[in-house]
């Protein structure tokens, strides 16, 4: 089996929260949500204009991990800065809460878009119509706009912080209470499955305690430990599945007194989320999605070449503007032989000619993690995956197996 390796007074707007009780105070105009202006919302306007989303984006909040202190809020300025940063126009955003001391997940609102239109996207509205997009200076506004989808996005989370203790405590792994973290995801797994590419972004200590596996064990564990404790953890747990999201974590370990436990806990909950039919991007102490917006998006047909036989399966390049990839992988579909790509580019001429290299983050087929070279039209492209040797012909470079790739209609 293979392993894989601000400012915080935003955070409640204008609401003074100095008490337990103010986080169940939300007003009438607050439970309304506050995504409004004279356009309508960015979800509306898009849907309207028949502008399909690319990607959609889940949140999930552990309220184990949220303190009333100002000093333990500055993950909602981190995430806030990376949905500026790299959200789409007419990406859905979806809030969670879940608990982990009860294994139990909750969304207290519906999806919002967060305000965000992209340039190219000015004359498809206006082709269709809808001139009020364009009008009462939108472009102009949005900065405001996203100051008041912070606000949306704080009510979503704001039932999270009712019994939030003032200040978070630096615990040993004694004293943790029981948390199951895997049975909370697990309990809202039904919300994976979707046609459009999901990023899932957790931010939560990642501490699991359980009869799944405890956390001692896990702290004190090896990696390959670590490896058969997730797999067991997995098999006591056949519904979750992330169905092949991109996933995010952050503020891994930071209840725990051991520094250490940042590396252990990030290992664990990769190997699970991988087990589980996900990508596990990154697991750590700060939220590591790359600044990247994506502006294209297409989904493959793959056929690898193997020892003269033919393995099939799938892959998804996003890239921006420049060509950078993100939150691109592919699959083949058996024995878990999946792997997302650490960094790449996929460079396109006018004429629609293009030349893709890229490097995954974890095996595939070899010892290591292996480069991708394909160049033809974006519809049908063709090439290797492997590592290229300049003084030996591609044909006789066993170390490269051929791929082709079809854009899936």
Request: with cysteine; net charge negative; hydrophobic share 35%.
């Amino acid at each position: 089996m293979r392993k894989v390796s601000g400012n915080t007074n935003l955070l409640f707007g204008a609401m003074a929260l100095t008490s337990v009780a103010m986080f169940g105070g939300v007003s009438d105009a607050q439970a309304q949500g506050l995504f409004r202006s004279s356009s309508g919302s960015i979800c509306e306007q898009a849907e309207a204009a028949g502008l399909e989303p690319m990607r959609r984006t889940l949140v999930y909040v552990d309220k184990q991990s949220l303190s009333l202190s100002r000093n333990d809020q500055g993950w909602f300025n981190a995430l806030n800065q990376v949905l500026q940063q790299t959200m789409t126009t007419a990406e859905p955003l979806e809030m969670i809460v879940m608990d982990s001391a009860e294994g139990t997940a909750k969304s207290y609102g519906q999806r919002i878009c967060y305000p965000v239109i992209e340039e190219r996207y000015q004359e498809h509205f206006k082709s269709s119509g809808i001139g009020s997009l364009l009008t009462n200076d939108l472009i102009d506004q949005l900065p405001d706009l996203q100051q008041e989808v912070q606000v949306k996005m704080q009510d979503l989370i704001a039932q999270g912080y009712v019994g939030a203790p003032d200040t978070r405590s630096q615990l040993s792994p004694e004293r943790v209470d029981k948390r199951y973290l895997l049975r909370a995801l697990q309990a809202d797994s039904a919300r994976f499955v979707s046609d459009l590419p999901t990023r899932v972004i957790i931010y939560s200590s990642m501490i699991e305690n359980s009869d799944l596996t405890e956390l001692p064990s896990i702290l004190d564990a090896s990696g390959e430990e670590r490896l058969a404790q997730a797999t067991e953890a997995l098999e006591n747990l056949p519904r979750l599945d992330f169905q092949g999201a991109m996933v995010y974590g952050f503020g891994t370990g930071a209840t725990l007194e051991n520094p250490s436990a940042t590396d252990a806990l990030g290992e664990f909950m990769q190997q699970a989320v991988y087990l589980a039919n996900g990508y596990p991007v990154a697991f750590s102490r700060e939220l590591a999605v790359r600044p990247i917006r994506p502006s294209s998006a297409t989904s493959y047909d793959m056929t690898l070449e193997v020892e003269e036989r033919e393995l099939k399966g799938r892959m998804l390049l996003m890239s921006d503007a420049d060509g950078r990839l993100t939150d691109s992988h592919l699959d083949l579909g058996t024995g878990n032989r999946s792997a997302h790509f650490d960094n790449g580019r996929l460079v396109c001429s006018q004429d629609d000619q293009c030349q893709l290299e890229g490097k995954l983050a974890t095996k595939l087929l070899f010892e290591d993690p292996e480069n991708i070279f394909l160049e033809g039209s974006r519809d049908v492209l063709s090439g290797h995956l492997g590592f290229r040797n300049d003084r030996l012909a591609d044909s006789d470079n066993p170390a490269l197996l051929p791929l082709e790739a079809k854009a899936r209609p």
